[in-house]
Each structure stands twice: as C-alpha cells, then as structure tokens.
RNA sequence: GCCGGGGUGGCGGAAUUGGUAGACGCGAGAGACUUAAAAUCUUUUGGGGUUAAAAACCCCUUGCGGGUUCGAGUCCCGCCCCCGGCACCA
C-alpha cells in the first residue's frame, strides 16, 4: 500500500493557497459577513505546544465550513506582544524585547502557517508597532478626556517580584497572576481607569450574549452588584458619622456594635490625634499588625476573628437611639462597601463569631431559626416593625430611614476601578505631560504615537516609577498647551491594553494598512463587520481581558467609533488538552507535545482531525499518540477509496447514506460538534470502501466535506479526481432531504418494554401491517403466548411495544 | 460554604433529548501475509449464564438508593464522588 505522504502534499497546498489568495477576505462583496476570531495569541519563547492550536483548529474548521456555505469571512491572526516575559528576558540578557519578539513572532508565525489555517495573513497586527499602539494611546486619551482616567494613590496590589502594580483582575488568591508573588498594599501613585461607571451596563448587556454559562457567572459575581441601603450611625463625642452599606436594613434593631476596617477614615483621625479614644496605643498596635498581613492572610475563613474596641467613643443606632461600641476588626474590609459595617451577630455568620469571641451582645431581631439565623422570618425587636416580614421590613425600614434623611437607597458593586498603570518598561507608553502651570496635558492626535524611548536598563525601579523614568531625553519635554517646561509621565500600560481593541484592528487593516486617523476613516466597515460573529478562546480571560475589552467597546460606542454595544456576540472556549493519562502538559514533567513533532511525522491534516476527534471541543480531553495514530489510518483509508472512484450510478444505498452523512457533518459543524462529524465521515468512509467502484460524484461531495478538518488532502484528492482547485471554493453539499430517509427501517418490537426482536420494514409502514409482522415473530409468540395483549404503542418507523 | 460542569466498556468518547445503551476511534485477542518483526488486511471484543463447541437463547449493566412511565443513561426525589470558578462582598 502506498504510504501516507503528507509533507510533500502539505506544502504544496500551503503554496498554492498563499500565491492565488485562496483566504483572502473579500472586500467588496455581496456575500453575507462572518467574523471569526481567535483569542491570538502572546508570542513566547517556547512556541506552541498542542493545546493552543485547539481552538485555532476549531475557527479554522468553521471558517471553512462558512466560506463553501458562501460567506465572506473575516479570520485574521495577530500578536499580543506587549508583557513581563519578554521585558524579563530584556533584563537577564540584554537583548532588547523588540528583538526578542520579532524572532518570536517568526517561529510561531511558520509554526501556525505549517498547521495551513486559513488567516489572512494581510490584516496581521502586532500590539508593539507604533502604527498599532498610537491607537491604543488615543483610546486612552478618551477615556481621559471623558474623565475615565485619573490619578490616585488609594493603596493598590504590588506584586514585590515584578515591582508593579496590579489589577484587582490580575490578583488571584492574593498571588499575583504572573509570578505567583504574595501581592502586597502599596501606596503608588496610578492611572486608574473608571470602570465602574460602566457596572450596570456590563452587567446587563450579559443577557443578549451567546456566550458560556459559566463565564458570563463569573462575569457576574465579579461586578457583584448588590442592592440595599447606606445607613449613618453618628459617634458620640465627635462630629463625625460612620457609614454602612447593608443589604439587610430589616436587621437594624439587631445592630449591637459597628465595626471599622483599618483602612477606615476615622480610625485615621484616631491615629492622627483628632479624635481623642482612651486606648490609641492599642488600636495603632492592632493596625500595625493588620497591615503586615497580606491579602490572603487577611482573607482566611479559617482565622479567628480578631479585633480591638475603639474605648472613648459610641456610635448611635439610628432605629432605637441606642449607644453601641465602636471597635476595629480587619474582616471588615476597607476596600469594599463603605469601609465599615453595622454587626448584627444575630443575623449574619461572621459578626456572631466575632461577637461570640469577644462577649458582645447578640440580640435576635428576626424569628425563624437558630442563631446565627441568615433567612428570612418574621421580625421581633424591632420597635413598630416587629411582625412584619423581613422582606417587607426591609422595604419600610428604608423608607423610615430615607424620610429621617439617617440612609438612603444604595447600589454596592464588589468590582473596582481598574488600575492602569505599570511601572515597568515593555508596554504603551501613557501619552500625558505634566504641566506645572498646566497640570496634567494630554498629547494631540498628531504627536501619536508617543514612542517608547530605547534604553540600556529595563530593570523595574521598585520605587513606583517605571524605568522610563530616568531617561532624561524622554521625561523632559515641553507642554502641548503653555509650551513651557513639562515632564512625560512614564508609567506604560497594562498587558490588557492592546487586546482591548485588537477586534477592530483587524478590520481597519482591510481599508489602510497603516491604521491612520482618525477613526471615523473605518466609520463603514466597522458597521459592517461588527459585532464579531464567533470568538473562540481560553476560559482563562474570563475577568480579563473578556470584560476589559467590553468596556472600552461600550466606551467607543458612547463616543461613536463602534456601532455595537458589544463586541462578541458568541463565544466558545476550548477544553484543556492534558498530557496522556490526565496529567497537565509541562515543560518539568517533560510530557508536553509540539505540534511541530506531529506534523513532521503524520502531517498537519492528522494534527487537525486528531485536535477535533479527541472530544467534545469544550470539554477537558487527554492527549494520547496511539489516537492520533487513528486519524493517520483513516487518511490512508480516504486514500484507497479515491482510488476506486469510476462513472458508475451510485446504488440508493450509497446515496442515502451520503445525504444522511451531508446532514450530519453540516448539523455537527454549526453545532460545533467535530468529533462527531468526523465519525459520520468514517463511517461513509468504510462503506464506499466496501464497494467494487465508487461512484465519482459521491466521493466528490465526500471531499468537500473532508475539505474543512483535513484541507490538504482534501485538495489533493481533488485534484486526482479531476477537480479544478481550490475545493475550498467548492460550495458545501446540500443535503436531499428524501434521499436522506431510508428505503427500508429496522423497528424495534419489544415486549413491556424490553426490546425482544427488530424487523425490517418498508419506511412509512402502519401499525396494522407493524403489528402483523411483529405478531409472526417466534421471539414474539414466545413472550406472548400465554397472556393477552393489554396495550400498543407505536411509533412509526421506530417501534411497536405490546404491553401483556 | 456558594455558583457552574460532570460521573457510560480496558481507554477517548457516542446515543436523534423518553424508544435496540456502548456509534466512531484507540487498545487487546485470533487468523492471513512475512524467515521474522513492523505495517497492512480479515475477524472477535461490556460482564455473566447456558453449551462438548458454536449458533440460538436468557440474565445483569450508564456513581448509589428510591420514584414516575408500556419503556429511564435521559425526567423527579434523596445521597456519594470528581473537576472548574468564587469566597469574611456586609
């Protein structure tokens, strides 16, 4: 048997794609659109190994699928390129990470071009170029102009081994997201970017998303927006008021203390002396103390509740006019809320352990279980609201608390404004002046892009500046506005910039190839590609980069750039590829697979069909080489079939079962279902091999529908069998919907339910000739000889039960 | 603790949404080819029973225990386990 020879087919194939344009996105054209993205990719230094092609297999696939169902797609790939690897390599080398990226970019470039995905390579972008990033600059200069950018200092996560600040996003279990550092408090100076003025809308627009269940969830909880009151309690002695947020103002009775993070407004008025308590020494000790704690300390369920009373002062709740002792308890936390808390240990887990531990009082406001009691019940204690229900309670609670003007109603979200700024080297330089006379000056459109300056030293300063800070030629600069003596800042931007806006980038490039202003230049393509049809990634970027970049879109539809008010209408991610036997694929347990190695042996087509074969494109999958050595098989198999094709009518038999795999692969595909796809072709496969001939316009339409997961053979088979290139212009098979049926059905008979025989009938027979063929069956007679038929159900072309 | 997703042969996984459980692939067994091996081809392959053997036949089987139904992997109730996410969010 001849050999399965695909390197030589493969980069023929890849050729001719390349000189004839065979995947360019058309630009004037009737066809209707369909956008389809992968999440691309940050170009490392390893390459890729065989989980990342999963998804890039999968948009590929379709998007072949939708050109022969005559589409115009648009299938671009591009580089995040900006990030911590490639300025770290800077540092212990020396090689500048321009360089670093450029070679980088060219090997997982000829990696993704030797798997032969369709992109248009035309519309490549790179988040390091200038041409790309003066754009992110100038979306950031929106968002400053709308007053959507700020400085601040509030204390914000530093990861001590990058020396940077952090997102709230980029800090997981108080580890930082990169280097797995214990993210620390620091007080910086930052950009911090006002996404949260954009909470409701993001949180809403969730609904008309076709995206996962459980991301558009974490989405949710992320924003966490909770509904209730802001309630104020004055402190006796002091001519302040505490604030606390509650979403239960039913169990204000139940206030018997308040407690105050460390972080709180008043307990720095302690520190500072302007409120006189009679243990300062022992509230600083406890700051001190909490301070020192990270995050993650701070966080521990499992820690006893600690806490110091603030002695000297009461606070007055507002519902009774009751005095109750004010203390200083880091579970509160200073970042959430107001900042403090009316404690209703009665009522609410973690106050009735504090309370428990230090011998506060515990009143019972709300009858209906044991204390800690955290439903709803009916209402005790409670002045002229007891008997009410907690919910209508909380209703006239408010509204008693409004009318004293002591609270109003109040919306809380758990997601904060996103810090911006990073005091490192490798990212978009922040295109502001500072102005002495001026304050801070943003650059004009003309003067983008504010270059990133070359230097020698990349090493992060520790200090909070970044180290763009001590090149002189680049910090000192003159105002855009007065002309006069200004200082750059030099704080870059985040890793997530440039994936922010990268969508869009990929259409522009269709129309100008340098991405000129101004934005209204891509006014009518953006109309037209927009939104992005399919977007297909890791699960990963579920609060990253998937909700950044809804908010800048949301942004950019609010100033007129874009005409959606989302960016990616459906969105897929890929199951994890694991090594064999379950184990996760890494470099330590020298198990990881690069395609390059599957290629060189089996060619790409296998990688692709094995990439799709191996299980449900969402779900967690195993990596094993015996499989990907049954895709092998299967191509060879496709092989001796081509050469059996002749002129010979094809039987009803081989038709039907055409037209049933048609319906198949066509329904799996827009289901995105390749695994079962690829089994129909198998199976349409084996059976045209049985054959003495195959008919040609049978194993035509076989191609075509091969061509998607296994494009290189698919083209050369095509070409053997006389075919003018490319079958990727093919339009996809049709399914008849009457050849489909079957000319004769196998209908289950079973006895009480247990299937006891099958027959064979003609399709479409009726229960009366079902049953008298049924009722001949020795299986039958032997089941019911003895007792009477009760009952028959029947289903056409399906089954006849009798119930005896 | 809360929220999502799961649990089907030796393995990866199918099952038209209530209708023959185990498609397709891998692996394994037997045979053919070969000096031999690999590759390839043919064939068997959920477990058990019955049988000298085979055909045929029967029973059991989708994490566990109940239920609804003529009929349950699929629906309902109660458990157990695994994976992912969130977690002192007031």
Known sequence: ????????????????????????????????????????????????????????????????????KGYNVLHPMGWDAFGLPAENYAIKTGIHPKNTVEENIKHFKKQLKSIGFSYDWEREINTTDKEYYKWTQWIFLQLFKKGLAYEDTRPINWCPSCKTGLANEEVVNGLCDRCSAKVEKKDIRQWVLKITAYADRLLEDLEELNWPEPIKEMQRNWIGRSEGAVIRFSVSRTPFTVEVFTTRTDTLFGATFLVLAPEHFLVKKIMEGEVEVENKKEIEKYIKEARKKSELERTDLAKEKTGVEIKGIKAVNPANKEEIPVWVADYVLGFYGKGSIMSVPAHDERDYEMAEKHGLEVRKVIEGGEIPFTGEGKMVNSGKFSGMSSEEGREKVLEELEKEKKGKRAVNYKL???????????????????????????????????????????????????????????????????????????NTMPQWAGSCWYYLAFIMKGDSKSLNFPASLYKESFKKWLPVDLYVGG?????????YARFWHKFLYDIGVVFTK???????????????????MSKSKGNVISPDE?????GADVLRLYEMFLGGFEDRVSWSEDGVNGMKRFLEKVGETAKKTGKQEPSREIKTLLHKTIKKVTEDLESFKFNTAISSLMI??????????????????????????????????????????????????????????EEEVTV??????????????????????????????????????????????FLKDKLINFVV
Not at 29 to 53: A, I, R, T
Not at 566 to 584: R, V
Not at 598 to 602: E, F, G, Q, S, T
Request: proline share 8%; hydrophobic share 30%.
């Open 416 to 490: 904060g404004d996103w810090v911006f700024s990073r005091q490192r080297y490798w990212g978009e330089p922040i295109p502001l002046v500072h102005c002495k006379e001026c304050g801070i000056v943003p650059l004009e459109e003309k003067d983008l892009p504010l270059d990133l300056p070359e230097t020698e030293r990349y090493e992060p300063t520790g200090t909070g500046e970044s180290p763009l800070a001590g090149i002189e030629s680049f910090v000192n600069t003159e105002c855009p506005k007065c002309k006069g003596k200004g200082k750059r800042e030099t």
């Open 1 to 68: 048997m001849e050999r399965y020879s695909p390197s030589k087919i493969e980069k023929k194939w890849q050729d001719y794609w390349e000189k004839e344009k065979v995947f360019k996105t058309e630009k004037d054209s009737k066809k209707p659109k369909f956008y389809c993205l992968d999440m691309f990719p940050y170009p490392s230094g390893e390459g890729l190994h065989v989980g990342h092609p999963r998804g890039y297999v999968a948009t590929d696939t379709f998007s072949h699928f939708k050109r022969m």
């Open 539 to 547: 699960a990963e970027h579920a609060v990253l980069h998937l909700l």
């Open 684 to 741: 349409l496969n084996n059976e045209m091999k049985k054959l003495e001939e195959v008919p040609k316009g049978i194993f035509s339409d076989f191609i075509k529908l091969l061509a998607p997961f296994a494009p290189h053979f698919a083209e050369e088979l095509w070409e053997k069998i006389g075919g003018e290139p490319s079958v990727l212009k093919q339009p996809w098979p049709k399914f008849d919907k009457e050849l489909a049926k």
């Open 748 to 793: 289950v008979v079973q006895i009480n339910g247990k299937a006891r025989d099958t027959l064979k009938m003609p399709a479409g027979a009726d229960e009366k000739d079902v049953k008298k063929k049924a009722l001949q069956s020795k299986k039958v007679k032997k089941w019911t000889k003895e007792e009477k038929i009760k009952k028959i159900i």
């Open 566 to 584: 989302e960016p990616f209408l459906e969105l897929k991610n890929q199951g994890l590829i694991m090594g064999e036997g379950g184990i996760k």
């Open 598 to 602: 599957v290629i060189k042996r089996d």
